[in-house]
């Protein structure tokens, strides 16, 4: 077998088998991808992720900076194909947007901002439609229907409503974006998200340590350290001693395991003191593992969350791969009582003998596991008329070795939060009171769409006074209070001037930092990978702050 060395001492060396799981990141169908140019990224998010995205489809209404700096961000990792639709024609108020060059003037916008856009990355093909985004959802909203993106930027709010309500319907992610001066905006909007990947940060190990199957413990129980010499003894995988340590209290504790704080502590020093000498590596890493073995085991409540939903509970012929997995896992944790095995170990310190003899005891486990939840997927398959092993053998390895991690979001639609009755009204005030926030510039963002539907332009724009505009938009804000239930809280007429002053202007340092934030969201929902922002967030660029909301 091939293995891959990690760890930078002598005594510390993790060797991994590459195989079992590795060709998870992999489809069951053919990929084309350029592994030189993209190598970065396919380090993030496999090729899966990368196939994922170059079978892409975008589509950005309205060719602003921060449309095209969103788009930017695609097109270099890869995504399949992107469509710019805009009407508008370049003039000199665009020059803010580093894809129009001098000289385009008079030339459609959508036009000259694909061009550039393809110029980026010869894999992409891009198209544009030189065509009144308001129109186009007025007139055709099933030409939306080719894509699996859409990005509404800067649209009016009844066209975003009415956009929105298709695009939910046919399940389709939508993001909507503004930029009002040093304000940014972004808004996800889709039925339901899945993700098996979601890579947390500080992700757990799955040890079994409180929860042994038998080989483990057989095998741990068969380390006899009497007759080690001191190299063997310092080298013995801090599993082993965790285990044998936590067998022996049992035996003294009526089979209980360490359970209050001062019985932890004297189990841990028990650990310790049970090394023949200072500095032996392994010893170190099982005290400070310790409580792992102490913690019952236990199901993430995000992961019981997904096993216990009724989309798991009661399968149809049109349940996703996603669902038909949780199902199949719910039936393997019903009668073993715990998920299915990763299969995998964390460096640690240990001979290259000891390291794989354990790493394969956790393999062996960790396949059985695969064929049991297997078993279960088929004959769930086989219920709603579907053939076997119609899910990718792959996708069941994928799934199983994530599942302490999968995750289902269920997004609110614009009709809930805007609606009095199911709005989230209170969490609003809250955020009103708190001078962290940034809730008072969604309510300002919200009124400028009022008064943007009642006047045809945003305040401050030519065509109107900054005092009357300032007064219109104050009504406007107190409008939208009211629609929320908040009739007795207020805005700082500050704020109201403020966006007055900024006259719906685009800056570029905050259309490319709203643009980052939207292509790394419209990534994680293509990928289904990572945690995607659920569901709304607003940038202050006076403050150089953020607020992330679930409205």
Known sequence: KRFEKIGTTKAKFSLIPIGFYQKMSATSAPTTTDTAKYDRQLRLWGEEGQHLLETSHVCLLRSTASGCETLKNLVLPGIGQFTVVDDKLVDDSDFNNFFVVEGSQGQPRAKVCSELLNELNDRVKGHFLQKNPVQLINDDLSYFSQFNIVIANNLPQDSVFKLAKFCWEKKIALFVTKINGFIGYLRVVVPEHTIVESKPDNPADDLRLSFPFPKLSEYANGVDFSKMDSTEHSHTPYVV?????????????????????????????????????????????????????????????????????????????????????????????????????????????????????????????????????????????????????????????????????????????????????????????????????????????????????????????????????????????????????????????????????FAGAEIHPIASLLGGIVSQEVIKIITHQFSPLNNTIVFNGIKSTSTALSL
């Open 241 to 501: 001693i965790l285990l044998q340590h936590m067998k022996k209290w049992k035996e003294e504790h009526n089979g209980e395991a360490p359970k209050t704080y001062p019985e932890k502590n004297q189990f841990k020093d028990k650990v310790i003191k049970s090394s023949i000498k200072a500095g032996e590596l392994n010893f170190d890493e099982a005290y400070k593992a310790a409580h792992k073995v102490c913690l019952p085991y236990s199901i993430p409540s995000s992961t019981k969350a997904v096993l216990d939903d009724p989309k798991a509970l009661n399968l149809t012929a049109e349940s996703s791969n996603f669902w038909l997995l949780a199902s199949a896992v719910r039936q393997f944790v019903e009668r073993e009582g715990v998920l299915p095995l990763m299969g995998s170990l964390p460096d640690m310190t240990s001979t290259t003998e000891g390291y794989i003899a354990l790493q394969k005891l956790y393999q062996e486990k960790a396949g059985q596991d695969l064929e049991s939840v297997t078993s279960f997927l088929n004959a769930s398959l086989k219920s709603i008329g579907k053939p076997e092993n119609s899910v990718s053998q792959e996708e069941v390895k994928k799934f199983c070795k994530n599942s302490l991690f999968i995750t289902a979001i269920r997004y609110r639609s614009l009709e809930e939060e805007y609606n009095q009755l199911t709005c989230k009204g209170s969490e609003i005030a809250a955020g009103l009171t708190d001078p962290d926030s940034n809730v008072v510039w969604y309510i300002v963002l919200r009124a400028s769409d009022l008064f943007y539907s009642k006047h045809g332009r945003y305040p401050g724009e030519e065509g109107g006074s900054t005092s009357d505009d300032e007064a219109a938009l104050s009504q406007a804000v107190q409008e939208v209070l009211n629609g929320l239930g908040l009739a007795d809280s207020s805005v700082d007429s500050s704020f109201v001037g403020e966006l007055v002053r």
